[in-house]
T-cell receptor, first 112, second 114 residues
Framework: GEKVEQHESTLSVREGDSAVINCTYTDTASSYFPWYKQEAGKSLHFVIDIRSNVDRKQSQRLIVLLDKKAKRFSLHITATQPEDSAIYFCAATSGGNYKPTFGKGTSLVVHP | EAAVTQSPRSKVAVTGGKVTLSCHQTNNHDYMYWYRQDTGHGLRLIHYSYVADSTEKGDIPDGYKASRPSQENFSLILELASLSQTAVYFC?????????????FGEGSRLIVV
């Protein structure tokens, strides 16, 4: 089955800097790559996604890049703010599979 | 209003006892999932369902059963709770889509087995 590796377990940045979280996947059939955010003591909520028919997507300060050849995707958070501090999870879903596989999460801390 | 609600939010259970975690969604979604979250393991899929009265095994189904009596409700059942099942459990729902599906999560159920 699909395996998703999330490379950074923790990440610390200064407010205003950019943060980058990298994930790799194993299944070439995976075609949908969402990101979720979990604030301290709370549940997860969706922040941004990318599908395999594009290699870049942006939503405000969030940018997702997808490199299908390398089976790698990344989340870039620009101009970070303290409220960006959270655990971020990447996930991958094979087309028609409906079984999202998650990475282990990256704990991002943005220092004022 | 929360579209995916879980109950109980927190529970202490004794080893060998039966535990039922319930999930209710008002999203009108076909798919429902149960994940467990452990430090260092991220989220792991236990069971999921794409239609009422049918459930599928996820990646770590051992020790768990699931029940989907209606589109709105999905339960996770631990017949004989064990210490290793101490974790936070998340229910989620999603639409049926051609190639990918955003998950909407409940608030989580913290289970401690003693």
């Amino acid at each position: 089955g699909e395996k998703v590796e999330q490379h950074e377990s923790t990440l610390s940045v200064r407010e205003g800097d950019s943060a980058v979280i990298n994930c790799t996947y194993t299944d070439t059939a995976s075609s949908y790559f969402p990101w979720y955010k979990q604030e301290a003591g709370k549940s997860l909520h969706f922040v941004i996604d990318i599908r395999s028919n594009v290699d870049r997507k942006q939503s405000q300060r969030l940018i997702v890049l997808l490199d299908k050849k390398a089976k790698r995707f990344s989340l870039h958070i620009t101009a970070t703010q303290p409220e960006d501090s959270a655990i971020y999870f990447c996930a991958a879903t094979s087309g028609g599979n409906y079984k999202p596989t998650f990475g282990k999460g990256t704990s991002l801390v943005v220092h004022p | 209003e929360a579209a995916v609600t879980q109950s109980p939010r927190s529970k202490v259970a004794v080893t060998g006892g039966k535990v039922t975690l319930s999930c209710h969604q008002t999203n009108n979604h076909d798919y429902m999932y149960w994940y467990r979250q452990d430090t260092g393991h991220g989220l792991r899929l236990i069971h999921y369902s794409y239609v009422a009265d049918s459930t599928e095994k996820g990646d770590i189904p051992d020790g768990y059963k699931a029940s989907r009596p209606s589109q709105e409700n999905f339960s996770l059942i631990l017949e004989l709770a064990s210490l290793s099942q101490t974790a936070v459990y998340f229910c989620a729902s999603s639409e049926r889509q051609g190639a990918g599906n955003t998950l909407y999560f409940g608030e989580g159920s913290r289970l401690i087995v003693v």
